[in-house]
């Protein structure tokens, strides 16, 4: 077994590094072989991923140590090829990939889950998504969102304040900013989507989360009955609500409350295509990619994954 390490450093801000050490050296405990790899630029991830891969035909573990853009990255690049298999270690700043498979945050505990998947051999085909905007294609693990909640996405990632609040570990706290910034300033607008050949007009629609995963936003379970195996997305759509009402979607969304809530559609499917008459920012696990109307799509069972589920 030769394990193939991916490193962000600027992931978490720069701590997924004391992670790595802490990994590094369970390893050499271990006597695995590794080799490690780390990340310079965005998109790095996919780029070092695929040129491990081209470079044998025997199945290789990749291992992300970083945060959901870094597994999005390595993900990218492994889903082409048949002989990759993903293992990670949570290092980032909001996990929700690892979070949707209860994968312990703790780096050793993580790592220790890591070798007992490697050892029953229990790698497992899960689905991603895969989008197209203005002629570019990517793919998503998480969630695709169009509106509000992407508006918010994009200027935590963006932001000193999230640098500064992860240095006292309460990044988390930027989402809340961003989030009441944008509650009181937000404009709703026509978003219409087609799931599976059936079209749905929302006149005032907040936002639309194309989900792969339960979680968003560091812990928020926007849409508790995704699963990453089952061949579909559902696609939560928050609309014609009041701003007040707003904020209680995002004080009950942490247990999935807001499911119950009538401004609260849920779609389901496989082809869904959001036309963004309103130009409303658009994310794929919370890196902005685009403005216009978005096609996505499942492809089921791209990618091999080791947890211990
Ligand atoms: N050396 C680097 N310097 C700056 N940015 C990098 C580097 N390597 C990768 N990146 C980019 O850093 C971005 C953030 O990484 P990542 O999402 O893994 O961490 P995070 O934001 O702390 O965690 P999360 O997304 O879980 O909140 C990614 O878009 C990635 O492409």
New binding site residues.
């Given amino acids: 077994m030769n394990l193939y390490f991916i490193v962000?450093?600027?992931?978490?801000?720069g701590q997924?590094m004391k992670i790595w050490k802490k990994i590094e050296q369970s390893v050499k405990s271990n006597q695995i072989p590794f080799e490690v790899y780390?990340?310079?630029?965005?998109?790095?991830?996919k780029t070092i991923a695929r040129s491990i891969l081209e470079n044998t035909n025997n199945p290789v573990t990749i291992v992300?140590v970083?945060?959901?853009?870094?597994?999005?990255?390595v993900v990218d690049g492994i889903h082409p090829f048949n002989h990759g298999i993903l293992g990670f270690i949570?290092?980032?700043?909001?996990?929700?990939?690892s979070r949707g498979f209860s994968l312990p945050n703790h780096p050793k505990q993580a790592f220790q889950r890591l070798l007992l998947s490697i050892k029953n051999h229990s790698e497992k085909k899960y689905d991603i998504g895969q989008f197209t905007i203005d002629q570019k294609k990517g793919i998503f693990i998480n969630n695709l969102g169009c509106g509000f909640d992407a508006q918010i996405a994009i200027h935590a990632?963006q932001s000193k304040l999230?640098q500064r609040l992860?240095r006292i570990f309460l990044?988390k706290l930027v989402y809340v900013f961003y989030l009441i910034k944008e509650l009181l300033t937000f404009q709703p607008s026509k978003l219409t989507i087609q799931v599976d050949g059936n079209t749905t007009a929302f006149d005032k629609a907040w936002f639309a989360t194309v989900c792969n995963h339960p979680f968003f936003g560091?812990g928020m379970k926007i849409s508790p009955a995704s699963k990453p195996d089952d061949g579909q997305f559902e696609v939560i759509v928050v609309h014609n609500i009041s701003r007040m009402k707003v904020l209680s979607v995002f004080l009950t969304v942490f247990w999935g409350g807001h499911t119950k809530m009538k401004e609260v559609s849920i779609l389901k499917g496989k082809k869904v295509t959001i036309l963004n008459e309103a130009s409303f920012p658009v994310h794929a696990?919370?890196?902005e990619i685009g403005k216009s109307t978005i096609a996505i799509s499942i492809h089921s069972e791209a990618v091999s994954i080791l947890v211990n589920e």
């Fill in positions: 962000n450093p600027a992931a978490k801000n997924s780390f990340t310079k630029q965005r998109g790095d991830g992300p970083g945060g959901d853009g870094t597994v999005n990255e949570p290092a980032g700043s909001g996990n929700d990939f990632n999230k992860n990044g560091g696990d919370g890196e």
